[in-house]
Each structure stands twice: as structure tokens, then as C-alpha cells.
């Protein structure tokens, strides 16, 4: 009662797997067992609600997240186009918002991309303010 029995095969076996936690060659390997009971533990903890699932935006909106802080850059040079400390500290800013918000998702069970729209962010910035300097 209230139990789960896995079966299979731990120690020096074939069914060993890496994991994103392995790293070389000489790396631990986990037992494919092992790494059932992780998936069933998880599942368990979500169905009993002690912890959330986590859940990550479709491919669209990742797109439309990553446009979104790259018009950013476009339009913090576009208002600020002859002050660099303006355009730096409102740079940072932007970034300060965007990591927090990702934190904040996180936190509350969502996945959202952090390094791509920041880096579209600084990209954008650099761009039109070369173009705008040309």
C-alpha cells in the first residue's frame, strides 16, 4: 500500500545512461532504473501537488519574447540617441527587467528564455546606434 516497486538492474550493468549531469567519459553514469524512479518520483510529487510541474511557452511565443526585448534595444537608442549614460543605464535596466521577470516565471513553474532575448537586447541597441551614428 502507498508503494511503487520498480524493477531493474543496478551496479555494473549495460543499462547505463548519461545525464546532463555526466561530464567526460569517466563520469558517472546513472542505471536506467535509477533514472525511472526520478521520472516517477516527479510525477508523483506533481499528481500530490507538492510541487509544481514545469511548463515552457510554445515556439512562437519564444519567438515573439525574443523580438519583443530586441525592439527594445531598437527603441531605447531611438529616445536616447545622444546621451551614453542614458543609453547605458537604460540598457541595464532593461536587462535588470528581463531577468527578473524570467526569475519570476521560474518561480511560479514557467520556462522562459533569458539569454537569447538579452542578447538580441544588446545587439539591437549596438546596431541602431551605429546606424544612427553613420
Not at 519564444?62 to 530586441?70: G, K, R
Not at 528581463?98 to 537569447?116: D, E, K, P, R
Request: hydrophobic share 50%.
Amino acid at each position: 500500500k502507498n508503494k511503487i516497486d520498480l524493477i531493474g538492474v543496478v551496479g555494473h550493468n549495460q543499462d547505463l545512461h548519461r545525464t546532463p549531469y555526466s561530464q567526460g567519459e569517466q563520469a558517472k553514469r546513472f542505471s536506467g532504473v535509477m533514472i525511472h524512479a526520478l521520472m516517477t518520483s516527479q510525477l508523483v510529487d506533481a499528481v500530490l501537488q507538492k510541487q509544481k510541474p514545469l511548463y515552457w511557452a510554445s515556439s512562437t511565443l519564444e519567438m515573439l519574447w525574443i523580438a519583443f526585448w530586441s525592439a527594445m534595444g531598437t527603441i531605447i537608442i531611438f529616445f536616447n540617441k545622444r546621451s551614453p549614460i542614458k543609453i547605458m543605464s537604460t540598457i541595464i535596466i532593461a536587462l535588470a527587467l528581463l531577468f527578473t521577470s524570467c526569475w519570476l516565471c521560474l518561480v511560479n513553474g514557467v520556462w522562459l528564455l533569458a539569454i537569447a532575448p538579452a542578447v538580441g537586447l544588446i545587439l539591437s541597441a549596438s546596431f541602431s546606434l551605429a546606424y544612427s551614428r553613420k
